[in-house]
Structures are given as structure tokens and as C-alpha cells.
């Protein structure tokens, strides 16, 4: 990689942000690294991972009781839109261990509070990408088999109809409506919270202006890291819900590694 390879952003703050390009082996190196931090402090790594596992699987009953289980299909697929912000503890972990420090289970649960403002209108924003994508599969639903708000027995009574006609032209239209939003909300998030975690005086605007450019810079390595994101967090679904206890620390670990090798301060 050559200095005439990377790109400068000026954003007006003390010194101009660098955009680094890299390969389409560095998406794996990522990986490989989110593993590494995960096996230097398993405990706390897993900790947070289950906490999120708990939170997911009291989300499910909550809405299962209420006779709102339909929405779980929707919601789950839309675990993507909100995956860097529930990461945001394992970026804590990573960067106390880059930094030498150990990290702890309290730490990584108060890591929003370095930059709260910033960080929480990153959350509006995907928060926003998640409704569009629930709104979007209603519409879905309601277009195709004509039930606008489906309950628990019509969801049920439609499963077999997805391999239908109706329902498989249902399935890759919403996929494709779902990989559009999914893609841009990656692109304008893919940096930005570990951006606004290390750079407590960075705002969100700054933050998804120099994400963007990291993608634009970096299409295809940036298309395959999303594609593995997404792999592996369907994976850690697939599997119960309780695969995200691992699955989803070695994302959080493995995207702040993303991080630090696509954006750095100066030169």
C-alpha cells in the first residue's frame, strides 16, 4: 500500500483524516483479529456477548406473549441495522487492549458515555434504517398475501406458502429492498461509532462523512467485510439466538480492528 493509494479528508478539525486503502485480504485479517481479542479476555467478551443474548431473548418472549410474533422474522433480519451500536463495548475492549489496559465488563457497558450526544443520534439514525426495513416488510406481507399486520396463527399459516410462487417472489423482493437499506446503513455506520468512541470530540455528521468515504474508497473489500458481517450474524441467530454470546463480540472486536487500519489522524 503506497501513500498515493490513500485518501485525505478535510473536516475542519485539527488535522486532516486519512483514509487508508487495503486489500480484499484485510476484511479476514479483521476477522482473524476479532477472534484474537475474543481469546485475550474471553470472560469479559462473552459476558457482554450473553448480556445482549438475555436482552434479545426477553425482546422475543415480551413480544410472543403479546401475540406480536410476527414481528420477530422482521426484527431479526433486522438485527444487521443496530449491530455497530450494540457492538459499541467490544470497540471499548479492543481499544483498552490495543492501548495495554484490561478490559472489564463495567467499562465496556459505560463505553457510550465518551462521546453520549454523538453516539445516541448514530442510533437514532439506524434506528430509523430499522423502522423503514419493518415498515417495508409489512407492506411486503400486506402486498403479497394481503394481511396488513400478520399475527402469530398468519404467519404461521403463510410459512408454507413461502415456497410458493408468491411467496418466493415475497422472499427476493424483500431481500433486495432489505440489501439496499442494509447496505446504506452500513456504509454510513461501518466506522462511525468506533469513530465517535475514540474521537470523543468527532460529531456523528463527521463521524458517517468519513464512513462513506471509507466504503467509497474501499468498495470491494468494504462489500465482502459486509457480507461477512452478515453471514456470521445470521450464523449466531441461526443457532438460537445464543450464538450471538460469541459471534457477536468477535464482530465488535473485529470491526474496530476494520477501524483502525482504514482511518487514521494526519498523514
Not at 137 to 164: C, N, R
Given at each position: 500500500?503506497?501513500?498515493?493509494?490513500?485518501?485525505?479528508?478535510?473536516l475542519?478539525g485539527d488535522?486532516?483524516?486519512t483514509?487508508?486503502?487495503?486489500?480484499?485480504d484485510?476484511?479476514?485479517?479483521?476477522?482473524?483479529?476479532?477472534?484474537?481479542?475474543?481469546?485475550?479476555?474471553p470472560?469479559?467478551?462473552?459476558?457482554?456477548g450473553l448480556?445482549?443474548?438475555?436482552?434479545s431473548l426477553?425482546?422475543i418472549?415480551g413480544?410472543?406473549m403479546?401475540?406480536?410474533?410476527s414481528?420477530?422474522?422482521?426484527l431479526?433480519?433486522?438485527?444487521?441495522f443496530?449491530g455497530?451500536?450494540?457492538?459499541?463495548?467490544?470497540?471499548?475492549?479492543?481499544?483498552?487492549?490495543?492501548?495495554g489496559?484490561?478490559p472489564?465488563?463495567?467499562?465496556?457497558l459505560?463505553?457510550?458515555?465518551a462521546?453520549?450526544t454523538q453516539?445516541?443520534?448514530?442510533?437514532?439514525?439506524?434506528?430509523?434504517?430499522?423502522l423503514a426495513?419493518?415498515r417495508?416488510?409489512?407492506?411486503?406481507f400486506?402486498?403479497?398475501?394481503g394481511v396488513?399486520?400478520?399475527?402469530?396463527?398468519t404467519?404461521?399459516?403463510?410459512t408454507?406458502l413461502?415456497?410458493?410462487?408468491?411467496g418466493?417472489?415475497?422472499?427476493i423482493?424483500?431481500?433486495?429492498?432489505?440489501?439496499?437499506?442494509a447496505f446504506?446503513a452500513?456504509?454510513l455506520s461501518?466506522?462511525?461509532?468506533?469513530?465517535?468512541?475514540?474521537?470523543p470530540?468527532?460529531?456523528?455528521?463527521?463521524?458517517?462523512i468519513?464512513?462513506?468515504?471509507v466504503?467509497?474508497?474501499?468498495?470491494?473489500?468494504?462489500?465482502?467485510w459486509?457480507?461477512?458481517?452478515s453471514?456470521?450474524t445470521?450464523?449466531?441467530l441461526?443457532?438460537?439466538?445464543i450464538?450471538?454470546?460469541?459471534?457477536?463480540?468477535?464482530?465488535?472486536?473485529?470491526?474496530?480492528h476494520?477501524?483502525k487500519?482504514?482511518?487514521?489522524?494526519?498523514?
Amino acid at each position: 500500500m503506497t501513500a498515493a493509494a490513500n485518501a485525505r479528508l478535510d473536516l475542519g478539525g485539527d488535522q486532516p483524516i486519512t483514509i487508508k486503502k487495503v486489500s480484499m485480504d484485510a476484511p479476514w485479517a479483521w476477522l482473524r483479529a476479532g477472534w484474537r481479542d475474543l481469546t485475550r479476555c474471553p470472560g469479559t467478551s462473552i459476558g457482554y456477548g450473553l448480556i445482549w443474548v438475555v436482552v434479545s431473548l426477553v425482546l422475543i418472549g415480551g413480544l410472543w406473549m403479546t401475540d406480536q410474533g410476527s414481528w420477530l422474522l422482521p426484527l431479526l433480519a433486522g438485527f444487521m441495522f443496530m449491530g455497530p451500536l450494540v457492538a459499541i463495548g467490544t470497540y471499548d475492549m479492543s481499544r483498552r487492549l490495543q492501548d495495554g489496559e484490561t478490559p472489564t465488563l463495567g467499562h465496556s457497558l459505560l463505553a457510550w458515555r465518551a462521546n453520549a450526544t454523538q453516539i445516541a443520534l448514530t442510533g437514532l439514525l439506524l434506528m430509523i434504517f430499522l423502522l423503514a426495513w419493518i415498515r417495508f416488510a409489512t407492506l411486503l406481507f400486506a402486498l403479497f398475501f394481503g394481511v396488513s399486520i400478520p399475527t402469530v396463527e398468519t404467519t404461521l399459516v403463510y410459512t408454507d406458502l413461502l415456497l410458493s410462487g408468491t411467496g418466493v417472489a415475497l422472499v427476493i423482493t424483500g431481500t433486495v429492498i432489505g440489501a439496499v437499506l442494509a447496505f446504506t446503513a452500513f456504509a454510513l455506520s461501518v466506522v462511525s461509532i468506533p469513530r465517535l468512541l475514540e474521537q470523543p470530540r468527532a460529531s456523528v455528521l463527521e463521524a458517517v462523512i468519513t464512513s462513506l468515504v471509507v466504503v467509497k474508497h474501499n468498495l470491494k473489500p468494504m462489500l465482502l467485510w459486509g457480507l461477512i458481517l452478515s453471514v456470521v450474524t445470521f450464523a449466531g441467530l441461526a443457532v438460537g439466538i445464543i450464538g450471538l454470546a460469541v459471534t457477536l463480540p468477535v464482530l465488535g472486536h473485529a470491526s474496530w480492528h476494520a477501524y483502525k487500519d482504514l482511518v487514521s489522524e494526519g498523514g
